[in-house]
Nanobody, 121 residues
């Protein structure tokens, strides 16, 4: 059993910062790319950022220069540092990871349950 557990969302004023995290739990052999996505009410889920096993990152244009993704492979944890937050960043943030399972050696995609980020103007 593998799970992604997110935390660290919250309510912040515009210009503020948050750092949600995503922890992978369970029978894990290796975690490949981990991505962050967000979904605002009435909108489609959109890509925010991703980080590879070796730390290479990629960001959506809308967050480039404000958000930074990092990971601690020893803790199977990824972070999304969000600075200079804007009201339009308000959404439920999800992590998604390609995980190779320890016992089956299968690689599957997993989603976290999401963490709410609300930015007030």
């Amino acid at each position: 059993q593998v799970q992604l557990v997110e935390s660290g969302g919250g309510l912040v004023q515009a210009g503020g910062s948050l750092r949600p995290s995503c922890v992978a739990c369970g029978s894990i052999l290796m975690i490949n790319v981990i991505g962050w996505y967000r979904q605002a009410p009435g909108k489609q889920r959109e890509f925010v950022a991703e980080i590879t096993t070796y730390g290479s990152t990629n960001y959506a244009d809308s967050v480039k220069g404000r958000f930074t993704s990092s990971r601690d492979n020893d803790k199977d944890t990824v972070y999304l540092k969000m600075n200079s937050l804007k009201p339009e960043d308000s959404a439920v943030y999800y992590c998604n990871a390609q995980i190779e399972e320890r016992w089956t050696l299968l690689t599957r995609a997993y989603w976290g349950q999401g963490t709410q980020v609300t930015v007030s103007s």
